[in-house]
């Protein structure tokens, strides 16, 4: 029987509804799929948003910390080298892929797939000499499964042959609102609801990258235009205490911590902007899925996913220097004028093309490239 592996440093929640339909569209075609996995690094354990399911393999993963980077050291089954396709990501800290990739000069099996964005996706995290890593680890696979165009557009420059890449529009599961919402999250909705509130949200990792000092006084400006206005914050991270501390002393900040599931759709389906200024990315579809159009800045360190917006189109990319104030009042324009129905009209649109079932069929079809 043909055997696909995927080894993965971790796996994140959302992901978790791809690997579900990845197996069920592989076993239609008489390929099995293996996941392997380890844990979340230190740097990411405290979003709590990893997840497993009984299928997968879980290995071990150690972590080296040198410098600024993290590397990892996963332990993987000596029978990893047996199966047909083996994809990792294209990450340059992952030590498992070194091995692969020399194994894989001398060996007709198994192929190697890299999935990845074609760079570090935080530009301050870049460097000429590592990203001239990662650009040779590229060149060694069989096959690339590039995050979108802009990833495509950034192998190609590494001297990926276009025929060799498979773009999968990376995307996520939305969470749907079923009977199990908790009754925490049901207050916080029914009061929302009963006082006519107009709703922002922002559902993240909340650590440093999302600029969150600017987000405060941000929608604090948007209070002040808009006093129907009130913010939810959903996601974990290492700044979920302060906001909370910053929460308390504005009644109409909402910090509910890590959310999934019923939870996360009550929330996002109440919700009629997406406020977030610091980097973006896949919680660009939740936002369009909901209609709750994303105010953004054009700032560098967006992940690949800004790809999906444009401007005045399905949200409003507004130019970095923009003062609070003018974000602010863009804010307001898309909550309370046909402006923001536009936005969401056309964002849930877009989001009927980026879906997880489309995202499994490119993925199925450059693994079955890789098998012929």
């Known amino acids: 029987m043909t055997v696909v592996a995927l080894a993965m440093e971790w796996i994140p929640a959302y992901r978790i509804g791809f690997y579900e339909q990845l197996r069920q569209r592989l076993d239609q075609l008489d390929v099995r799929l293996r996941v392997l996995h380890g844990q979340p690094p230190a740097s990411r354990s405290a979003r709590r948003d990893s997840a497993t399911l009984p299928w997968f393999e879980e290995r071990t993963n150690r972590f080296v910390t040198v410098g600024r980077r993290e590397l990892t050291l996963q332990t993987v089954p000596r029978d990893l080298v047996d199966v047909d396709v083996v994809v990792v990501q294209h990450e340059v800290g992952l030590l498992l892929n070194y091995p692969l990739a020399a194994h894989r000069q001398l060996s007709s099996s198994p192929r190697l797939g890299f999935w990845g964005h074609g760079e570090n996706p935080v530009p301050g ?193 507004m130019p970095i220097e923009s003062s609070d104030s003018a974000v602010a009042q863009i804010a307001v324009e898309v909550l309370t004028t046909d402006v923001g129905t536009e936005l969401a009209n056309q964002g849930l649109a877009d989001a009927r093309l980026l879906t997880v079932e489309a995202m499994v069929e490119r993925f199925v079809q450059g693994l079955l490239t890789m098998l012929e």
Do not use: C
Not at 143 to 165: C, D, M, N, Q, W
Not at 214 to 231: N, V, W
Not at 255 to 280: C, K, M, N, W, Y
Not at 282 to 306: K, Y
């Open 125 to 317: 995290l870049r460097s000429s000499r590592i990203e001239s890593v990662r650009d040779s680890l590229a060149r060694r696979g069989d096959r690339i499964f590039a995050y979108t165009e802009r990833s495509k557009e950034r192998y190609l420059h590494a001297g990926v042959p276009a025929e060799r890449i498979t773009v999968v529009n990376n995307s996520k599961s939305i969470p749907q609102r079923g009977d199990d919402v908790s009754a925490e999250i049901s207050a916080l909705v029914a009061g929302l609801e009963a006082r006519s509130a107009h709703v922002g949200w922002m559902s993240s990792a909340l650590d440093e990258s999302k600029d969150l000092e600017r987000l405060i006084r941000i929608i604090d400006r948007t209070r002040a235009l808009d006093p129907d206005f009130e913010f939810v914050v959903v996601g974990g991270g290492p700044a979920l205490d302060s906001l909370r501390a910053t929460a308390s002393r504005r009644p109409w900040m909402h910090v509910v911590g890590p959310r999934f599931g019923s939870d996360q759709a009550a929330i996002g389906e109440v919700a009629s902007v997406t406020i977030h200024p610091g980097l973006l990315g896949l919680h660009v579809i939740d936002a369009m899925a909901f209609g709750a159009p994303i105010v953004t800045l054009d700032t560098p360190i967006h992940s690949h996913e800004i790809s999906y917006l444009t401007d005045r189109r399905n949200a409003m990319i």
